[in-house]
């Protein structure tokens, strides 16, 4: 393996979780808290001023989102065709929702299908 084949891109990866993220409403501070760093951490990943751990890609690409390869620019974008349509309405009700909203929105619907499966049986 020669020194091009290791090269990593932070600049690239931190464009691109910068336009990720302000693309789906988050701030540093939300994504920072939601991904458990600081939003110092945050800025420098966005700035390439710090080398972040394959984990942090991972959560990142998470909250977000998006897949790794979206991120690290190996791949072509995630497709919204992937997720089923449940999943695609519950990310688009979300988007632009502070961290503790999407939180709550998240227990309202597990407290619903929870209520909704018991009145079925």
């Known amino acids: 393996m020669n020194c091009m084949e290791c090269f990593v891109d932070y600049v690239g990866i931190g464009e691109r979780i910068r336009r990720v993220r302000k693309n789906r409403g988050?701030?540093?501070a939300g994504l920072a808290e939601t991904v458990g760093c600081s939003t110092a951490n945050?800025?420098?990943i966005e700035k390439a001023k710090t080398k972040l751990s394959l984990n942090m890609v991972v959560r990142i690409a998470d909250v977000l989102g998006v897949s790794v390869d979206e991120l690290l620019g190996t791949g072509k974008p995630a497709a919204?065709?992937?997720?089923?349509p449940l999943e695609a309405g519950v990310q688009e009700a979300?988007?632009?929702l502070s961290p503790e909203n999407v939180r709550l929105c998240q227990k309202a619907?597990?407290?619903f299908c929870v209520a909704f499966s018991r009145?079925?049986?």
């Open 94 to 96: 979300c988007m632009g």
């Open 109 to 111: 619907c597990v407290e």
């Open 42 to 44: 945050i800025t420098n």
């Open 119 to 121: 009145h079925l049986t």
């Open 26 to 28: 988050w701030t540093q």
């Open 80 to 84: 919204q065709s992937m997720l089923s």
